[in-house]
């Protein structure tokens, strides 16, 4: 029973697969911090309206079916996230779940 030896080749493709593997894991880490951080940044771009309706007393000039919408959409993300396990679209839609209703109920306070 004599059993031959792995090719080189075929030692090399292992281990050059398992560098491969390796950076493809480290750009997907970075790739899902900047994901998270620009789904940051997104999200805070509720509280301008925010700050507008407090300061002007009044959403009339803000689309409520519009809003509600974007909570609607944020909300069936989230669930994505949940069911299939990301994560970073978990993460980034609770923050947009959260500001989109905070306007929804600025919208609605100010009417």
């Known amino acids: 029973m004599n059993k031959a030896l792995p090719k080189l080749e075929t030692l090399q493709s292992f281990f050059l697969k398992d560098k491969i593997i390796h950076e493809l894991e480290l750009h997907r ?11 940051l940044f997104s999200a805070s771009m509720a509280f301008p309206q925010i700050m507008s309706i407090y300061s002007e007393k009044s959403s009339a000039q803000v689309s409520l ?8 959409s944020a909300f069936l993300w989230l ?7 990301r994560p970073v679209v978990r993460r980034v ?7 989109n209703l905070l306007v929804v109920a600025v919208i609605l306070w100010y009417r």
């Open 79 to 85: 669930l994505y996230g949940v069911i299939f396990n």
């Open 65 to 72: 079916m519009a809003w509600g919408f974007y909570s609607f």
């Open 29 to 39: 880490l970075w790739v899902e911090r900047f994901m998270f951080l620009l789904g």
């Open 93 to 99: 839609q609770m923050l947009y779940v959260a500001t």
